[in-house]
């Protein structure tokens, strides 16, 4: 079993209330959801409304595609435009 794990870095511009940035996230989360078997959250900086920090989640058995799903949610998100990728981290964990 191969448990695929990224943690991505947003960079909101345009927001100026933790409300706005809030309402962002869930759009973000809520569009990745529909398209992709993820598990997905918000992990980090719940309190700054200029960054935030997503996780998302996929359990398979194939590394290779694992891996190729977790680069396609990252691109899914980078052409949202909805907020700026910042780092990113992608781990792989066969169990």
């Not at 973000?28 to 598990?39: A, D, E, H």
């Not at 918000?42 to 935030?52: A, H, I, K």
């Not at 989640?57 to 190729?68: L, P, Q, T």
Request: hydrophobic share 45%; net charge negative.
């Amino acid at each position: 079993m191969v448990v695929g794990i990224c943690q991505v870095r947003l960079v909101f511009h345009d927001v100026f209330s933790l409300k706005e940035k809030r309402g962002i996230v869930k759009r973000i989360m809520g569009r990745v959801r529909s398209k992709f078997p993820v598990s997905i959250a918000e992990v980090e900086d719940n309190d700054l409304w200029q960054t935030g920090v997503v996780g998302f989640c996929m359990i398979g058995n194939d590394r290779a595609f694992i891996n190729s799903c977790l680069d396609k949610v990252l691109d899914f998100i980078e052409n949202l435009y909805l907020a700026d990728v910042g780092e990113h981290q992608i781990e792989l964990i066969n169990i």
